[in-house]
């Protein structure tokens, strides 16, 4: 059974505004990149308030840098609280990464040693940004490409310790899952059993490309591919009520083709 | 220090300097390494193709991403927001093609453009038919987002003929004036004795010594007062 309260959305994305601004897009909630809309003033903002008018919005932020040793960016947080304050957002989310250190960001999300040094960082740093918006965020597992040597927990492991630490809620990309248990010729369903899955609030489905060396890269610029969908039927199967949504940011499809995608989504289980 | 932030100061470092191979001994998957340094600069490169589209169509990919290439590894990026990144491209393009003017006009231009894009909304220009503004005394700025970008080149009219009728670049030194209109970014070019009164109240100066000092008429004053206001391109200075 799907659970009652499951929500269905699509991310914003700049060819498919209009649409979405006239209220015509038949989901339950739309997911924005926090940043593209950290602005003054202008269009960015003038979008997102028409699309909040017909919409629930979740905020994806992709430079909070969760991950930097040294701590966040107090300005980069007094502006996301702003924007939060301004919109009520469904969620607030960010990655289980970090972008950049000393004031560079590299707009890569980049690894962590899964360690206990890097667990108390990103402890603290989630307190930190949960303190400053006043809300609890989603923590997002990466795609990841390589393992430190350092690493002494698994990745599911790592996030269940912060959500015990912290009270943070988890944002579970299934393509994610898929692409890391690949790139590192682990069995992901494996990869499932460490979840706390009480703490899974919203899910992101994607598909991936093949990159040099057999790597599977997180591009988001093609339907969800099969075993992606295999692997979802398995996470919903473990989640509870959650918001699901399919992420594409690069060769953007019609409006059409995605709700198609999130058409399946929707489907009961057995046939998803 | 703590082993966390000199593993990621090695890696970034490495990320800029675009080799990461100092890092092999402490990863599983090393091939995993290159994955970071293609991505990391790729994004700075799609991220100066977002905000310099006119620019990188006018040189073609191949040049532009050459370019694009050699700023990214000599400029990290500050921002949370790669929409910030390349304030200073028109001055690297400047120095890289003395040649071609028009390159780092259209440049300073298309960044002009994104800048006004998303600045902070303006004010209300109802201001300037209140009771009690004293003209003679008054300090004006340039509302949010609104800039004079001094070119060499008609590097204006390339922008605007891109991407549908070839235009030859041609020397034609002047000032152009960008600002936002609503939601939506114009420029236009100055006439000379215009830019000069703007520019000089852009820079403080009280607006009654200005005009005197522009030379202009009261009439051609007071038609591109009218034309200001109208647009939204001068709010009273703070």
Request: net charge negative; proline share 7%.
């Amino acid at each position: 059974m799907i659970p009652p309260s499951c929500l269905f959305g699509l991310g914003l994305r700049r060819p498919h505004h209009a649409e979405f601004l006239a209220g015509r897009v038949k989901v339950d909630f739309v997911e924005v990149i926090s940043e593209n809309f950290m602005v003054d003033g202008g269009r960015p903002a003038a979008v997102l308030a028409g699309v909040r008018r017909h919409y629930p919005v979740a905020l994806h932020g992709v430079s909070m840098s969760l991950g930097t040793a040294t701590g966040l960016n107090p300005a980069y947080l007094a502006r996301l609280r702003a924007l939060a304050d301004a919109i009520d957002p469904l969620f607030v989310s960010d990655h289980l990464a970090w972008t950049g250190i000393d004031g560079v960001n590299s707009h890569d999300l980049l690894p962590l040693p899964y360690s206990e040094e890097a667990l108390a960082v990103v402890a603290r740093n989630i307190d930190q940004a949960q303190a400053a918006l006043g809300r609890p965020l989603l923590i997002e597992n990466p795609s990841t490409y390589l393992d430190f040597h350092a690493s002494c927990m698994g990745e599911g492991e790592f996030l269940a310790a912060l959500v015990a630490r912290t009270g943070c809620g988890l944002l579970l990309d299934v393509n994610n899952i898929h692409v890391s248990a690949h790139n590192h010729g682990r069995d992901p369903l494996a990869e499932l059993a460490a979840i706390p899955w009480p703490a899974v609030r919203q899910l992101h489905l994607a598909g991936p490309s093949r990159g040099h060396d057999g790597l599977l890269i997180d591009t988001h610029d093609s339907p969800v591919p099969a075993p992606v969908w295999a692997l979802y039927g398995e996470v919903r199967r473990r989640a509870g009520p959650v918001a699901v949504m399919i992420e594409r940011d690069d060769d953007i499809p019609p409006l059409t083709d995605l709700l198609d995608e999130l058409a399946l989504a929707r489907a009961p289980l057995a046939a998803a | 220090m703590s082993g966390l932030a000199a593993l990621q100061r090695r890696f970034q470092a490495g990320l800029i300097a675009g080799d990461l191979a100092g890092l092999a001994a402490e990863v599983r998957h090393s091939a995993g390494l290159a994955v970071h340094v293609h991505a990391a600069r790729a994004m700075l490169v799609e991220g100066l193709a977002d905000n310099f589209a006119k620019t990188l169509h006018w040189l073609g990919g191949d040049a532009f991403t050459a370019l694009a290439l050699d700023y990214a590894a000599i400029t990290p990026s500050g921002s949370w927001t790669l929409a910030d990144y390349g304030d200073d491209f028109a001055e690297y393009l400047r120095r890289h093609c003395p040649d071609a003017p028009e390159v780092a006009d259209l440049a300073a231009l298309d960044w002009a453009l994104r800048t006004a894009f998303a600045a902070t909304d303006p004010v209300p220009s109802d201001w300037a038919s209140a009771p009690g503004v004293d003209w003679e005394r008054l300090r004006l700025a340039l509302a949010p987002g609104a800039t004079l970008i001094a070119m060499a080149s008609n590097a204006d009219a390339i922008w605007q003929a891109i991407p549908d009728r070839p235009i030859a670049p041609a020397a034609t030194p002047g000032v152009v004036l960008v600002w936002r209109q609503r939601l939506e970014p114009h420029f236009r070019r100055l006439p000379a004795a215009e830019a000069g009164l703007l520019a000089a109240l852009a820079d403080g100066l009280r607006f009654g010594p200005a005009c005197d000092a522009s030379g202009a008429t009261s009439q051609q004053i007071g038609g591109w007062l009218q034309a200001w206001l109208s647009d939204g391109l001068v709010v009273p200075r703070a």
